[in-house]
């Protein structure tokens, strides 16, 4: 019988029933406020709040046109930043939610981590760190800081979002402290030091972002996975022996051997994420179990993180991570584009640097002297900005040339 004309079933098995809310979880109604106070929704706790902010936020919308592996014109099947985000909320609200978390709160880190990649992906900010140099270098983690709580203007009263402090906090530490011995790299901990509240940059984030962080990871190694294998730049039979993926996508190929393409890379994905969100949650619980907080700060006063994959899992994926950077980030297709983007958004800002007059009106007059750091930085926030095909556009319109890709 046809799967399209067989009888309606029911559903079988236990419905999931989510837990009560955990003493640990970050509450909205003990959050420490916004830097900006204001007059709080009477519908929406401050993280739906925050959630929705970001969600409206000119940073967000671009993200549907920048790069996540592939430039724009290599075809419409292939992930964005914004596609990206969009599979990691999904997941970090999941996980929040079998945990006992604010699902919001989670929702909120997950849809904003990406909001400050340049275009053109890890190319795109290697060339503005190397323009930043002499400045501070360039970090998106630094540069979503900065969105969220300068350059975004949509508010009559302030400049950025005006977050939470638990979502800055997140924001800035979903990876861990930036102060100690595995502190981040230099741009995002000189950043947060710099902005005027205390966000404990020594202590983790809350178990929200943490699990963010950790959908993040889950996200971008399967459609990574899904969009290499669509865009032939390994096929499925090179994936077999890769760690952690490789048993499931041939045990699936084995069960189903006639299989098509398209339902073999969708069901061996959707086993990988279950598997990984699986081993999230049971580790985390084990973790959760030998601490028993009490509070979100004792999960931020944790000497490790609460969130995590199981030691097993976690070298797992560094050997899944080395291989996708190996057969599909080092691909020379993929390297030969990526060094053409390189190479216009350096000229690009060597352009706008020497002559901040070619930026529109309003960038122009945030420069100040002439190659000196503010108009450095004015220009690197612009470039940083732009979006793909606005990079084509602009290169297009100060060299009257084709963008080289």
């Keep these: 019988m046809s799967k399209l004309t067989q009888p309606p079933g029911r559903l079988l098995g236990p419905q999931f ?206 459609h990574d996975i899904d969009d290499g294998l669509r865009a032939s730049l390994f096929e499925a039979e090179v994936l077999f022996e890769a760690p952690l993926a490789g048993a499931i996508f041939q045990g699936v190929s084995e069960a189903h051997p006639d299989l098509d393409r398209g339902r073999l890379i969708g069901e061996g994905v959707r086993r990988l994420i279950t598997k990984l969100v699986q081993d999230v949650t049971a580790e985390t619980q084990r973790r959760l179990e030998a601490l028993r907080p009490q509070t979100a700060n004792e999960v931020r006063g944790a000497p490790e993180p609460v969130a995590a994959f199981s030691p097993a899992v976690a070298a797992e994926m560094a050997a899944l991570k080395a291989f996708l950077n190996q057969r599909m980030y080092r691909h020379p297709r993929v390297i030969e584009v990526m060094k053409n983007a390189q190479g216009a958004l350096t000229a690009l800002f060597g352009a706008f640097l020497s002559d901040p007059k070619l930026l529109p009106k309003d960038w122009a007059e945030q420069c100040g002297t002439q190659g000196g750091r503010r108009t450095a930085r004015a220009v690197c926030d612009y470039i940083a900005g732009m979006t793909d095909r606005y990079a084509l556009q602009e290169y297009r319109r100060i060299f009257h040339v084709e963008f080289p890709l």
């Design 17 to 222: 029933v989510a837990p009560a809310r955990a003493p640990f979880a970050t509450s909205a109604q003990s959050s420490r406020g916004r830097y900006w106070p204001e007059v709080e929704s009477p519908t929406r706790t401050c993280y739906q709040r925050d959630r929705d902010r970001i969600i409206h936020s000119t940073a967000f919308r671009r993200l549907k046109h920048k790069t996540q592996v592939f430039i724009h014109h290599e075809g419409d099947y292939y992930r964005t930043r914004l596609t990206h985000s969009l599979e990691v909320a999904q997941i970090a609200r999941s996980l929040a939610r079998m945990l006992g978390l604010d699902e919001d709160l989670a929702e909120a880190l997950a849809l904003s981590h990406d909001l400050g990649h340049p275009p053109f992906g890890h190319a795109g900010e290697a060339a503005l760190d190397a323009c930043m140099a002499e400045h501070g270098g360039f970090d998106h983690n630094a540069q979503a800081l900065s969105l969220v709580t300068q350059l975004e203007h949509r508010y009559a009263e302030f400049d950025g979002l005006n977050l939470t402090w638990e979502t800055l906090e997140g924001l800035v530490k979903h990876n861990g402290p930036l102060i100690g011995p595995k502190r981040a790299r230099k741009g995002l901990p000189d950043a947060a030091a710099e902005f005027p509240w205390d966000l404990e940059l020594s202590t983790h984030a809350g178990a929200e972002a943490q699990i963010a962080s950790l959908s993040d990871d889950i996200a971008y190694v399967n």
